[in-house]
C-alpha cells in the first residue's frame, strides 16, 4: 500500500505534538513532588530508559530476536532494577498515584525512543542499536548492563535530579 509522504510526515508531527506534551506533564509532575533519585534510584530510571531504547529498535529494526536475548539474559536484573523504580515512584507519590506516574514515566520513554528512532538514518540508527545489542549480548553481567544504561546517549531523559542535584540548587 502506497502513503503519500505528507500523511508520513503529519503522523510525525502528531507522534511529537503528543510526546511532548506527555513529557511536560511528567516532568512537571517530578518537579511538583520535588523528588530526587539516589545512586539505586538512578540505576532503576536509566535502566528502564535502556530496556525502553532497546524495545523500540527490536520493532523498528526487526532486531527482537537481540531483545529477547536481552530480556531473557539479564530476567534477574531487570526485575530488581523494575522493583526499585516501583519502590521509589510508590515512595515519591504514594502507592496509588506512584503507578500512575511509573506508567507515565514508561509511556514517555517509549515516545521518546521512538521519535529518536525517527530522527536520524534508519540504517544508521539500527547498526547502533545492534552495536548495543552485541555489547551487551556478549558476556552479559550488571556491571555491563549499568554501564550501558548509564552512558547511552537517552539515560538521563528520565528527568529526575539526582538528590545531589537538588542539595546543590
Do not use: W
Amino acid at each position: 500500500m502506497f502513503v503519500p509522504a505528507k500523511t508520513n510526515v503529519s503522523r510525525i508531527a502528531v507522534v511529537a505534538v503528543l510526546a511532548g506534551s506527555a513529557l511536560l506533564s511528567s516532568m512537571a509532575d517530578v518537579q511538583a513532588a520535588n523528588i530526587c533519585a539516589t545512586t539505586r534510584d538512578r540505576a532503576a530510571l536509566e535502566v528502564r530508559v535502556l530496556q525502553s531504547e532497546l524495545m523500540v529498535a527490536a520493532l523498528t529494526c526487526r532486531q527482537k530476536a537481540d531483545y529477547n536475548a536481552f530480556v531473557t539474559r539479564y530476567k534477574p536484573q531487570l526485575k530488581s532494577f523494575g522493583r526499585d523504580l516501583r519502590a521509589f515512584y510508590d515512595q515519591a507519590f504514594g502507592q496509588q498515584s506512584g503507578e500512575r506516574q511509573m506508567n507515565k514515566l514508561v509511556t514517555r520513554l517509549a515516545n521518546g525512543a521512538s521519535q529518536r528512532s525517527l530522527s536520524v538514518a534508519p540504517v544508521d540508527y539500527c547498526a547502533e542499536t545492534a552495536q548495543r545489542f552485541q555489547t551487551l549480548l556478549g558476556k552479559p553481567n550488571t556491571e555491563r548492563l549499568l554501564q550501558i544504561a548509564s552512558t547511552a546517549p537517552a539515560a538521563q531523559s528520565h528527568g529526575v535530579p539526582t538528590c545531589r542535584e537538588v542539595a546543590n540548587k
